[in-house]
């Protein structure tokens, strides 16, 4: 079965760090684990993507362990404007070779002052 | 430069009604997606275009949904017979490549309510 877990909400503070982990089994072997971010009434917003280990833009970090079978967000010093909804995305594989999109429920993070 | 854009925002209809989804990718993007978000749900995929082809039909509930790509660029996601349960924000995204793996750009959505 295709499944992705998140947690279904966090509360954080200004200044903290957050990390929210999505869980996945049975991801396609060639393809990325991506992150989205959507605020109330818009699309989702490309935040980071990964293949394994650890990857780092301006705004997050990624992690992946070596099994794939999770993957962690990370965002440093969260602001009141990092209060939305957050989305992992994989490409689960299946048999017969064909492979689904699937995101995961969303982690409403809600950032207080 | 413009985004994804989608036509139109919100969209009432009554039970048994067609309806024609309209998106505008962003210029040279050649895959396309659509996706449907229920309340409180993470967007469920629907298709993804390639070019003018529907290289993944396989989120399509049923035969009442069917969604055209004619020149590779606007898309339309048409809904035959609609019914209350197909109430949702009907989300289109393009990426410049025809990987999944490609970032998505996501328009704003179609709020489509069937009384």
């Known amino acids: 079965l295709a499944k992705t877990t998140q947690p279904i909400s966090m509360d954080s503070y200004e200044g903290q760090e957050v990390n929210i982990t999505c869980s996945h089994n049975?991801?396609?072997?060639?393809?990325?684990i991506t992150w989205y971010q959507q605020f109330p009434s818009q699309g989702p917003r490309f935040i980071i993507q990964?293949?394994?280990t650890k990857v780092t833009n301006e705004v997050a970090s990624l992690f992946i362990p070596a099994d794939r079978k999770s993957s962690t967000l990370s965002l440093p010093r969260v602001s009141l404007s990092d209060t939305a909804v957050y989305y992992c995305l994989v490409v689960f594989s299946f048999s017969g070779g064909y492979n689904k999109l699937i995101f995961g429920a969303g982690t409403r993070l809600a950032v207080h002052p | 430069g413009a985004g994804v854009s989608q036509t139109p925002s919100n969209k009432v209809t009554e039970k048994g009604k067609y309806v024609e989804l309209r998106c505008d990718p962003i210029s040279g993007h050649t895959a396309l997606y659509w996706y449907r978000q229920s309340l409180g749900q993470g967007p469920e995929f629907l298709i993804y275009?390639?070019?003018?082809?529907?290289?993944?039909d396989s989120g399509l509930p049923n035969d009442r949904f069917f969604a055209v790509r004619p020149e590779g660029s606007v898309s339309t996601l048409k809904i035959q017979r609609t019914e209350r349960g197909d109430s949702a924000v009907y989300l289109c995204a393009s990426s410049l490549n025809d990987r999944y793996y490609n970032e998505q750009f996501f328009g704003p959505g179609t709020r489509l309510t069937v009384l």
């Open positions: 049975n991801i396609a072997t060639n393809d990325y």
């Open positions: 275009f390639q070019g003018t082809g529907a290289a993944d």
């Open positions: 990964g293949y394994k």
